[in-house]
């Protein structure tokens, strides 16, 4: 997401759990002024994209949470046993 301005935007989203829909999304340069940012993962099905996301190249035109880097914050992960069993 190239947005820059706003602190949120309207996405529009055909593939997704719940089919297509429009979603309200935080931008990433507004969710970077958090103090604390928390990111909460669960589930097996996402262990192979969290080691993309974590140790492969940087690609956030494909992977958003790669934006997220709190300028003077911090930022969390909070994983399950499926959800980290692909790193090490």
Do not use: Y
């Amino acid at each position: 997401m190239k947005e820059t301005h706003h602190r949120c935007v309207a996405q529009h989203v055909e593939h997704s759990t719940t089919g297509d829909s429009w979603r309200i999304t935080l931008t990433a340069p507004f969710i970077n002024r958090s103090t604390e940012v928390v990111v909460l993962l669960t589930g097996a099905g996402k262990a192979g994209i969290l080691k993309e996301v974590l140790t492969g190249p940087r690609d956030p035109e494909s992977m958003p949470i790669q934006l997220i880097e709190p300028t003077s914050g911090h930022m969390s992960w909070m994983l399950d046993e499926g959800a980290a069993s692909k790193l090490k």
